[in-house]
């Protein structure tokens, strides 16, 4: 058995953990968006609890980094961990906190042997509608012309959007609610996309096992057909070597 790398040794024993913490981001950013009334106190403290998740990604990206044997190859290879790493620093807005912990959640996801692609794609359409829910609602709530004032004006806006229905009956009125808009469609688009392609290789890969087993069949028949005929041979010849002596 291959001995795991220190790099994959970390990775198994903080998915978990990681996983745990990416929750407890999605109840801190829910928190204050959901109530409204939410007071000064309990806001910072979610604020507080996002930015230690990020921390906790952003310290994962650097150990990963240090226990790589080739660092270079590393950075070019996940590129996009470092880039989500520092999308928050560039300018300290929850959307982009937001954003950037989502990707990094995802990066992470995808190293997990055991979650299968029909549970990731799951998981990430209901993260990707909870989360657009409520980056939209925190973002249109306050707009003078906007009209997603409520959550569930903004779960049906983002069903609607992610599944390029787009009845119309609500919409972002401001640049970052549009931003949030195009970034749930491509999405939507992109999940689609990988269901209607998973669907297909399922499909592929059962005909192709049915041919295989189809083809082990015929040869079977085939190869018992040619010993049927060697023996019916030998009868023969042993009849003929009979009939000779008498």
Avoid at 26 to 55: F, H, K
Avoid at 175 to 199: K, P, Q, Y
Wanted: with cysteine; aromatic share 8%.
């Amino acid at each position: 058995m291959k001995e795991q790398s220190a790099q994959e040794r970390w990775e198994h024993a903080t998915q978990r953990p990681l996983m745990a913490l990416a929750v407890l981001f999605a109840v801190a950013y829910a928190v204050p968006i959901v109530d409204d009334a939410a007071g000064r106190s309990l806001t910072t403290v979610c604020t507080a609890i996002e930015w230690t998740v990020w921390g906790a990604f952003a310290v994962d990206y650097l150990v990963r980094l240090s226990l790589s044997q080739d660092r270079r190859r590393f950075v070019r290879k996940h590129w996009l961990d470092l880039c989500a790493v520092l999308l928050p620093l560039l300018q300290p807005l929850r959307l982009l906190r937001l954003v950037a912990t989502l990707l990094l959640v995802q990066r992470r996801a995808r190293m997990a042997s055991q979650i299968r692609l029909t549970t990731y794609v799951a998981g990430a359409v209901v993260g990707l509608l909870m989360f657009g829910s409520l980056a939209v609602l925190s973002v249109e709530r306050d707009s003078p012309d906007g009209n997603i004032q409520t959550l569930g004006d903004a779960v049906w806006w983002s069903f609607t959007t992610m599944t390029t229905v787009g009845y119309g009956d609500h919409a972002p009125t401001t640049g970052l609610g549009r931003i949030i808009a195009v970034g749930l469609m491509l999405s939507g688009i992109a999940l689609l996309g990988v269901v209607t392609a998973n669907i297909a290789a399922w499909f592929i890969a059962r005909f192709e096992k049915d041919d295989v087993e189809e083809r082990r069949q015929t040869e079977a028949i085939v190869a018992l057909t040619e010993e049927v005929r060697a023996l019916r041979a030998q009868v023969t010849a042993l009849q003929e070597q009979r009939s000779v002596r008498h």
